[in-house]
T-cell receptor, first 115, second 114 residues
Framework: SQTIHQWPATLVQPVGSPLSLECTVE??????LYWYRQAAGRGLQLLFY??????ISSEVPQNLSASRPQDRQFILSSKKLLLSDSGFYLC??????????????FGPGTRLTVT | AQTVTQSQPEMSVQEAETVTLSCTYD???????LFWYKQPPSRQMILVIR??????QNATENRFSVNFQKAAKSFSLKISDSQLGDTAMYFC???????????FGAGTTVTVRA
């Protein structure tokens, strides 16, 4: 069965510090991968998605970047955090195109607080 | 991105009763997918149910069922025999299979009372 991991679970960082959040998926090959951000009590905003190694699409201009160095690894980064980067970050995966499966499955999330 | 609207910010239901959550969406596509996700206090997003737009039959998963009205662009979720564990935020989501991206509604917080 497939599992998705995210770490760290919780992170408190000062303004101006760098960020690296990691997401890995097990039990599947060539998944589509996604990064979402959720503000408190709000819906999810898609930040980045990837259909393959090195292929990243950005949905909103911002202080963040994403990378996919391996097939089942997705990293969210920032060189200098802003207060507005605080939130709950969720990684998700779905089956690749052509499989007929469109569900996205989410990791446990990372709660980021920028102070 | 598609627009997904959940007009009920909060709903409360007595244990064992039924509650219905509304969702409407805006699209010009004919083929698409709709989902309901549950986010309990742990904040883990859990897929509850999915509906393919080309299927007329409404999807059912145990105590969860949907009322899909394609012409009205409506996709409501009914929770029957509500349980305390159903307390969570529920999100409606739309997917265009051409881009695999989900558009979420703002969510409805459901509280089940003992």
């Amino acid at each position: 069965s497939q599992t998705i991991h995210q770490w760290p679970a919780t992170l408190v960082q000062p303004v101006g510090s760098p960020l690296s959040l990691e997401c890995t998926v097990e039990g599947t090959s060539n998944p589509n991968l996604y990064w979402y951000r959720q503000a408190a009590g709000r819906g999810l905003q898609l930040l980045f998605y990837s259909v393959g190694i090195g292929q990243i699409s950005s949905e909103v201009p911002q202080n963040l970047s994403a990378s996919r160095p391996q097939d089942r690894q997705f990293i969210l980064s920032s060189k200098k955090l802003l207060l507005s980067d605080s939130g709950f970050y969720l990684c998700a995966w779905s089956s690749p195109a052509g499989t007929g499966n469109y569900e996205q499955y989410f990791g446990p999330g990372t709660r980021l607080t920028v102070t | 991105a598609q627009t997904v609207t959940q007009s009920q910010p909060e709903m409360s239901v007595q244990e064992a009763e039924t509650v219905t959550l509304s969702c409407t969406y805006d699209t010009s596509e004919n083929n698409y997918y709709l989902f309901w996700y549950k986010q309990p206090p742990s904040r883990q997003m859990i897929l509850v149910i999915r509906q393919e737009a080309y299927k007329q039959q409404n999807a059912t998963e145990n105590r969860f069922s949907v009322n899909f009205q394609k012409a009205a662009k409506s996709f409501s979720l009914k929770i029957s025999d509500s349980q305390l564990g159903d307390t969570a935020m529920y999100f409606c989501a739309f997917m265009n299979p051409n881009d695999y991206k989900l558009s979420f509604g703002a969510g409805t917080t459901v509280t089940v009372r003992a």
